[in-house]
């Protein structure tokens, strides 16, 4: 008998002390989960913080020691502006080798196409009508196109700015919009400033 009441005693805690420890559990499993997201942003944010310090060191011509060959790199869309009769391919990376006859998406910031905000970068070539030469000529309402592998995608222009090429509020994520920011050297010659033109997404069409 002793045996038996034992026995119902310690099933009575335990159904007594289930919800507790089941509350315990979920709290803990949520806050392992915050804790990694939270971990995942802080990792895409240095990653940010690396990719704008070499675009920086690519746009001031710090070469370190990459290989200076194009064939390194693949193209992973492509970027026309009709206004300024630009049409250059888009490759992922933002070092010179990257930047030598492309436009560079920068890892880090969100895909092109999806919510939030990609960068695209590319030198303001000395040369009128090249890269990013004429950038300065757009404005709002202006129509930026991107042909990706799966979609076409246009977006608008909404705003034109200077900027210190330290100024990392350029690349701060977007939470309701796909947006793209694009970035390049002010004035062409001993650049001080980047050059920044956001567009936001007005239509898409898959392929």
């Known amino acids: 008998m002793k045996a038996i009441a034992l026995s119902l005693l310690l099933i009575g805690s335990g159904i007594m ?12 499993q949520q806050k392992q ?3 990694s997201f939270k971990a995942h942003a802080q990792n895409d944010q240095e990653n940010v913080k690396r990719e704008y310090s070499q675009l920086n060191r690519t746009f001031n011509g710090q070469t370190s020691n990459e290989i200076q060959d194009v064939t390194t790199s ?14 250059v391919p888009i490759v992922e990376g933002v070092t010179q080798s990257d930047l030598k006859f492309a436009a560079g998406y920068m890892p880090g910031t969100s895909k092109i196409g999806e919510q939030g905000n990609a960068a695209i970068a590319a030198h303001r070539s000395f040369t009128y009508g090249e890269l990013f030469n004429r950038l300065d000529e757009l404005g709002p309402d202006d129509h930026i196109s991107i042909s990706l592998p799966s979609k076409d995608l246009t977006y608008k222009v909404t705003d034109k700015f200077l900027v210190k090429p330290e100024d990392l509020s350029v690349l701060a994520p977007e939470q309701n919009e796909s947006v793209i920011t694009l ?21 898409q069409q898959n392929s």
Do not use: W
């Open 33 to 35: 989960l915050l804790d």
């Open 183 to 203: 970035i390049t050297c002010h004035p062409m010659k001993n650049p001080t400033h980047r050059l920044i033109v956001k567009a936001v997404l007005d239509k």
């Open 74 to 87: 693949s193209a992973i869309g492509i970027i026309e502006i009709d206004k300024i009769d630009l049409q």
């Open 17 to 28: 002390l289930y919800p507790t420890i089941s509350d315990y559990y979920g709290a803990n």
